[in-house]
């Protein structure tokens, strides 16, 4: 199985969340599960990509801008932001982003 | 030094380009670096964010739909695209987006 989201023709919409995280875990990765797997029973959730190294990238997509609106306001979520931001990340960027065109190349 | 893009305020752009490859380097990682650096150099060039595991992410950032068309069209970068369908990517996606929105924490 591949782990590159199959999305529906643009436009759709993602977003880049880009983060640097302290170097105690704490935690994170059980919530960072939790919230992938949360993610994705959403409304409107087309696909999630996510790698971490020293930086994190993780990208989401997701039908309009309402069920990303819908989903940064879930109480679960907002509990994982603000230990996020307490306990595990040094600094992060999201970025809303339309798509507005995409192809792709399989073997 | 962040490994997160400083970008300017929105709108501009960003390319997400996921990819998974072949198990064989064959070159890869140094022709890798040299695109990253060759990205860098190019007009419209607002910041770049790599991080590669099983699956890889990258997301560039760019000044407008010109810049990444150039750069997209770039000799060299062509003969590295052209490398990467014939000897290292098993499947890869492209996304063109408008980054409407932006926000940030630092500790």
Same mark, same amino acid.
């Given at each position: 199985?591949?782990?590159?989201?199959?999305?529906?023709?643009?436009?759709y919409?993602?977003v880049?969340?880009t983060?640097?995280?302290m170097a105690d875990d704490?935690g994170?990765s059980?919530?960072s599960d $939790?919230m992938?797997n949360?993610?994705? %029973? !959403?409304d *409107?959730?087309?696909?999630?990509e996510?790698v971490?190294e020293?930086?994190?990238?993780t990208v989401?997509?997701?039908?309009?801008l309402?069920?990303i609106k819908?989903?940064k306001m $879930?109480?679960?979520?907002i509990?994982? %932001? !603000?230990? *996020?931001?307490?306990?595990?990340y040094?600094?992060?960027?999201v970025?809303?982003c339309?798509v507005?065109?995409?192809y792709?190349?399989e073997?």
């Amino acid at each position: 199985m591949s782990l590159i989201s199959k999305t529906p023709a643009p436009p759709y919409y993602a977003v880049i969340f880009t983060s640097e995280k302290m170097a105690d875990d704490n935690g994170y990765s059980e919530m960072s599960d $939790h919230m992938m797997n949360l993610s994705e %029973q !959403q409304d *409107g959730f087309l696909g999630i990509e996510s790698v971490r190294e020293e930086l994190g990238i993780t990208v989401s997509y997701w039908r309009d801008l309402e069920s990303i609106k819908k989903w940064k306001m $879930h109480t679960d979520h907002i509990q994982a %932001q !603000q230990k *996020g931001r307490a306990n595990w990340y040094k600094n992060y960027k999201v970025r809303i982003c339309l798509v507005e065109r995409d192809y792709g190349f399989e073997k």
